[in-house]
């Protein structure tokens, strides 16, 4: 009678734990036990989770109104497209022409619902817990992934998930700044992002500048970022905090060659010498973007001052929730950029020679960079400025 037991529970135990077998699905080598879930039905579900990217949620920009100036074109509206690729389906496109700044919200739109296939091939291993997944008694399982690098995952969104708007704002005006704002308030009812890309670059000598030239680069450059920085503070303390980028540039701490565009220079560090409600406004100007470097003494000073009258952090905008970062990119090939050297490939190589890294940048190279300070990925980060230029400014 035990011997017979014996024998049934040997017989039980084997059944249970045959051995394995693996199976090719897609690319995607599975090895398990069970044969009650269909090979089909293991591929689907094995692809699908393959597809499924991870990241830190804090990196997400889902459920956030995000405001970019200069979108319609060149770096910020690579911006928007990371935004949009992060999760943001509320986003205030604000350019110079509103035309522009609509058919670029329209096309930014058409392009978060196609679907794109992968590209580059890699080879990963992923342990996975199949039994919990599928429901079916598999052992324990390891899957190899031979698997491509996503260019996009496959949208299974639609034109009515998002609600992109184009706005016609000129940045140099404080009262088109402060109109553009108010139609984003009335459209979304909060603003969350708010990055101020709007900018130009023109190439004279500082001997030769035009002084109407000048003023334009100095309204849009240093006037329009301050502009847009003091409406999204004041929009963002009522509703709890926010996060403000201004779109600097290396040029900033560098001096450029061979090109001539001090004046240039200047807007991307200029000081902003009015009188500011918010010591972290005047700390990202003065060290940041400002030529006059404070200090010490003159930051106590200032400190003393800020607190005598009412506006020092500790009851100014980063107490409020509101944080202003600083990105500055180094050379970027944006389509404006490609167009210029393409007549002068001997300026593109004294940039590239000078570049520690040997090239210059994609503007997708700077999409980590602005969400990470967009998103509360950064939300212990103010008044700081991240670089990203190849290692332009190391040497």
């Known amino acids: 009678m035990a011997s017979k037991f014996f024998s049934r529970a040997v017989s039980r135990v084997a059944s249970i734990h045959r051995p ?93 619902c196609r679907q794109f296939s992968f590209s580059s091939t890699s080879l990963y291993f992923q342990p996975f817990d199949l039994a919990s997944l599928f429901d079916v008694p598999f052992s324990p399982v390891r899957i190899f992934f031979l698997s491509r690098r996503l260019e996009s995952l496959d949208s299974n969104t639609e034109a009515t998930d998002y609600r992109v708007m184009g706005i016609g704002c000129d940045v140099s005006s404080e009262l088109s700044v402060q109109q553009a704002f108010r139609r984003v308030m009335d459209t979304y009812g909060r603003v969350d992002s708010v990055v101020a890309s709007a900018g130009i670059v023109e190439n004279y000598s500082a001997f030769d500048y035009p002084f109407d030239r000048i003023k334009r680069l100095y309204d849009i450059n240093v006037h329009g970022a301050f502009f847009t920085a003091r409406e999204a503070a004041r929009n963002m303390i009522p509703q709890g905090g926010g996060s403000i980028v201004l779109v600097s540039s290396m040029s900033a701490n560098i001096i450029n060659i061979p090109q001539p565009q001090t004046p240039y220079n200047a807007s991307k560090a200029g000081e902003f010498s009015q009188s500011l409600t918010d010591y972290l406004l005047f700390r990202i100007v003065f060290r940041l973007r ?106």
């Not at 400190?303 to 020092?312: D, I, L, T, V, Y």
Request: proline share 4%; aromatic share 6%; net charge positive.
């Open 20 to 112: 394995s077998t693996t199976k090719c699905l897609f690319g995607v080598h599975v090895r398990f036990n069970s044969t009650t879930a269909t090979v089909s039905e293991v591929a689907s579900n094995v692809v699908t989770q393959a597809k499924t990217p991870r990241f830190l949620p804090d990196f997400s920009m889902a459920n956030k109104v995000c405001l970019v100036t200069g979108g319609a074109r060149g770096l910020g509206n690579e911006f928007c497209k990371a935004f949009v690729q992060s999760g943001c389906t509320d986003l205030a496109i604000l350019d110079l022409k509103e035309d522009e700044a609509e058919a670029a919200a329209e096309e930014l739109v058409k392009q978060s």
């Open 290 to 395: 400002g030529l006059s470097r404070m200090t010490p003494r003159r930051m106590r000073n200032h400190q003393e001052h800020c607190q005598a009258h009412g506006s020092f952090p500790g009851c100014g905008m980063a107490k409020k929730g509101v944080r202003v970062n600083c990105l500055s990119p180094g050379y970027m090939l944006t389509k404006l950029t490609r167009t210029i050297l393409a007549h002068d490939t001997e300026l593109k190589k004294t940039w590239e020679s000078l570049t520690p890294m040997g090239r210059m940048g994609e503007p997708e190279d700077l999409s980590g960079a602005i969400v990470f300070l967009a998103s509360d990925a950064s939300r212990f980060m103010t008044g700081s400025e991240i670089r990203v230029d190849g290692g332009y400014c190391v040497i």
